[in-house]
């Protein structure tokens, strides 16, 4: 029983994250993109880039509002599931949890002045109101990734008689994992939101909807894209050289690399025989790992043979990194061959546009790889090197039931949220709200 409790508790958390982090990603994001957008029209004075901001502003009261449900669940879920690691750690890691609801307070209050007082302020003033909207959600990423690091590189405490003593929360918040982590959520969330608004506009333009909204939008989201994307590749590499330092064992199941010495290869895929550790079928790279961890060829790589046994993570995470780095590639090379036609006066061929569309979930798919290895590769710890995850558990029983009804209740918001933004957009196309405005095009 107590096994199946451990199992259910982690596949609800699982679900839950899971769930959540696509509306946490796109609350993150696409406030950016409309902040950005509004003061592109502002600056040209295109009604357009105006538009733009006004209808994405929409569809993203309504993914808050579902994100506020999900993100209430995984309060709960903290306590109820894991009260172990509450009971003991929730103390020191409590300041940015409260941080993060003052965060949120003033995205939740701008948002709303902001969507109630377009066409009653001049437009600069109402483009000020996105800047305590983006700086709210952007701050709210960064508290509650805090907790996180603190998880991956617990400090900020003294341990004596099993109790976390001598308190300091500000050395807890600001924990080795933070900045690489942080840097790492918040560009992975930009480039995210730019990717799904741009698959959007390059699947309208597949339909025959050659309007010049359309290709502006596309052209403004690509570019922020390749922005975002370059920034996301240069904050994992920053993330796995602090994974060297700080948390080898997690490097190292990644990369399935079992023997600590220099000039280490990188492994891209590949079939792993767990006996004897060989893998065939793999690509690999002279010296790359190396040079990912330490920034030299020649630099000694920790190996799993210099973990015990009993601490490694599970080693399927190696595809779960592999395929999360091949998208994070694919988000820098889609755009770049996009502004390649560009540059050149070139139509953009129907293959690029399908790329794009294709962009835009595979990008959220990232995330959801990106926060597995996070979490798995963590395992066995959920407080590293202090508390294990089977050891912070509840003991009670029915958690099964809670994951059946946790699991209906996030198809039903699904569901819900995606019946209301097609009924957004399709009871006032782009075409009748310009009409409506009376935009001259």
Known sequence: MEGDTLLYSRLLTFVTLGFHIVFATLGVGVPVMISLAEWVGIRRKDPHYVLMARRWSRGFVITVAVGVVTGTCIGMQLSLLWPRFMQAAGHVISLPMFLEIFAFFLEAIFLGIYMYTWDRFRPIVHWLLTLPVVIGSSASAFFITTVNAFMNTPQGFTLQNGQFVDVDP?????????????????????????????????????????????????????AASLVFAVATVVAGDWSGKFLA????????????????????????????????????????????????AHGHPDAVVTGLDAIPREQWPPLFVHYVFDAMVLIGFYTVLVPIAYFGYIWRKRAVPRLVLRLIVWGGPLAMLAIELGWIYAEVGRQPWILRGYMKTAEAVTTSEGVGLMLVLFS??????????????????????????????????
């Not at 933070?178 to 959520?185: E, I, Y």
């Not at 891209?268 to 690509?283: I, N």
């Not at 198809?411 to 949220?417: E, G, N």
Request: glycine share 4%.
């Open 245 to 292: 330092e700080h948390q080898p064992e997690k490097l190292a199941a990644a990369e399935w690399h079992f023997e600590t010495k220099p000039r280490a290869e990188l492994i891209v895929g590949g079939v792993l025989d767990p006996e004897t550790g060989e893998v065939a079928y793999a690509l690999r790279i002279p010296w790359a790992l190396s040079i990912l």
């Open 408 to 441: 209906l209740l996030y198809i039903v918001l699904a569901a819900v949220a995606a019946f209301v933004l097609l009924r957004l957009f399709r009871n006032k196309p782009l075409e009748a709200e310009l009409e409506e405005r009376r935009v001259i095009l």
């Open 170 to 222: 500000w050395a807890a918040m600001w924990n080795p994992a933070t900045p690489s982590k942080v840097a790492h959520v918040l560009a992975s969330a930009y480039l995210t939101s730019a990717f799904l608004l741009g698959s959007i506009a390059a699947f309208r333009l597949l339909q025959g909807r050659d309007h010049p909204y359309y290709r502006k939008a596309l052209r403004f989201t690509m």
